[in-house]
């Protein structure tokens, strides 16, 4: 395989996509003063993270949360003018399954908060909750790196986690990597619990944003792109990558550019069918074609202004409704709620009005809400991530080509799909590009 570095011309780099993998690399390019120019398929950036506005209100395509550990997103949003204090509603690690399980972390130095917060959980017999401390300290100590991949389910059994598994940590795994227990990945899994739960104290903070996903990182991302000297264009998809010589030519809805190099970040969908007409592109198209996916619905109910839920974020045990999302408290949105349900399972058999059905009935089942919703909006997600698989093989940033680039949540890495995954390879990609200058 040929290396960047023999990449050696002006340079002037062309982005394909811009969600949060395109927008991360071009800012870090434009941040070094690299030209840099974003072509964007859709008529609003932010891809899978993106603002819908339905009937006046602005929501986004899924309720999402991030992680304190997401250092990476936080820092780039940061970069191009967020603010975090003010854009998120942070929440210390609390997590409440209805009338059945409640982990609330204390303040206390990692690893002893969470460490604490197992041994005080509500809704278990001691037993079981000195199971789940040991489980997480047979981890660390094992650094947690495991000498074989296993599902994250074997794993819980080996460790005798008992009702654990369906109490708290397939509620972790299902939201984490959007994967059942039975396939997940125990390594990817704990890539996820040694970031978050292991490091300092606030990495465990759970942040929900308060303003939507296109205006969070993507809208200002634009803005400091264009500071800096670059462009962004949407509603303008890149339709091939031809290699001339040391070049690229893209080809876009608005003409051909000629780029020094190329940085995919399409969905995989589009990555793969773009790659598959460039041989020395096309094994990687096989690749990305094999990788299994996993659907997210959300499900938002607008009730009245006065009904909320006794917590911002709270989940269901047992329920359709995997975690609900109370709008009101996280974004001012009164009377809002947002449930998610994660990963493959019967919902994907009901219909969308049965499924607010199903949803409204659980509200009013276990919450006592019996008010009608006044409306109600299902976004349902059929290939919202990669399905986090045992032994997974990922394509990796570079490619081939040696100025032909892959960035996504799905290119190669420590994390499932999430925003940090997604941002991580962009910043790899760009990096790979700086050393070449
Ligand atoms: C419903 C839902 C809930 C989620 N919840 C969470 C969560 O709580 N926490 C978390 O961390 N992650 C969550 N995720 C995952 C997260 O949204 C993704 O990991 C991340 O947005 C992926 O970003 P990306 O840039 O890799 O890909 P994408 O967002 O898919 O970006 C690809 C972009 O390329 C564009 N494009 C496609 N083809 C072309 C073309 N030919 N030319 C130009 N542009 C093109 C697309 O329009 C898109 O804008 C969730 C995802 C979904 C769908």
């Known amino acids: 395989m040929a290396g960047i570095q023999d990449v050696a011309q002006e340079l002037n780099v062309g982005i394909i996509g811009g969600g949060y993998a395109g927008m991360a690399a071009a800012v870090t390019l434009a941040q070094h003063g690299i030209p840099v120019t974003v072509f964007e398929s859709a008529k609003q950036l932010g891809g899978r993270a993106r603002g819908v506005l339905y009937n006046n209100t602005q929501l986004d395509n899924g309720q999402h949360i991030l992680l304190g550990c997401y250092h990476q997103t936080l820092k780039l949003i940061e970069q191009v003018g967020g603010n975090i204090k003010e854009d998120f509603l942070r929440l210390p690690l609390q997590l409440t399954l209805h009338n059945r399980f409640e982990l609330k972390a204390p303040h206390l130095p990692a690893p002893l908060h969470l460490l ?37 389910l074997e794993l819980l059994r080996t460790h005798k986690q008992g009702e654990l598994i369906r109490l708290l940590w397939e509620p972790i795994c299902i939201s984490a990597l959007n994967t059942p227990v039975h396939k997940a990945s125990a390594q990817v899994l704990l890539n996820v619990l040694r970031d978050s739960l292991n490091g300092a ?54 003409g051909t550019q000629r780029c020094s190099h190329v940085i995919c970040a ?58 609900l999302f109370d709008r009101g408290q996280i974004a001012g949105q009164l009377g809002l709620i947002a449930a998610v349900i994660s990963a493959e399972g019967v919902h994907q058999e009901l219909e969308q009005e049965q499924l607010v059905q199903k949803v ?50 799905y290119t190669a890495g420590a994390y499932p799909a999430t925003l940090e995954g997604a941002i991580m390879s962009g910043i790899r990609c760009a990096n790979e590009i700086r050393k070449a200058s």
């Not at 009608?372 to 081939?400: G, M, N, Y």
């Open 116 to 152: 604490l917060g197992l041994l005080g959980a509500k809704g278990l017999p001691f037993g079981e909750r000195m199971r789940a401390s040991r489980f997480m300290l047979a981890m660390r100590n094992a650094r947690f790196t495991l000498a074989h991949d296993t599902t994250a």
């Open 360 to 409: 409204a009935q659980e509200l009013h089942k276990q919450l006592g809400i019996t008010r009608v919703p006044l409306w109600h909006q299902v976004i349902a997600e059929k290939r919202a991530t990669f399905s986090c698989e045992v032994d997974l093989r990922r394509p990796a940033q570079i490619t081939p080509l040696p100025n032909v680039l892959l960035a996504g949540d």
């Open 201 to 254: 104290r606030s990495d465990s903070d759970m942040l929900l944003p308060r303003i939507n996903f296109s205006a969070l990182f993507p809208e200002r991302a634009e803005k400091y792109i264009n500071r800096h000297g670059g462009a962004v264009f949407t509603s303008c998809g890149a339709e091939a990558i031809v290699p001339m010589g040391k070049e690229i030519e893209l080809v876009t809805a608005r």
């Open 266 to 323: 399409a969905s995989p969908t589009s990555s793969a069918r773009l790659f598959r007409t460039v041989p020395q592109l096309a094994p990687i198209a096989e690749q990305i074609e094999a990788i299994p996916c996993q659907p997210i619905y959300t499900v938002y109910l607008q009730y009245p202004e006065r009904v909320r839920l006794p917590h911002a974020m709270l989940g269901f045990d047992r329920g359709v409704a995997q975690w």
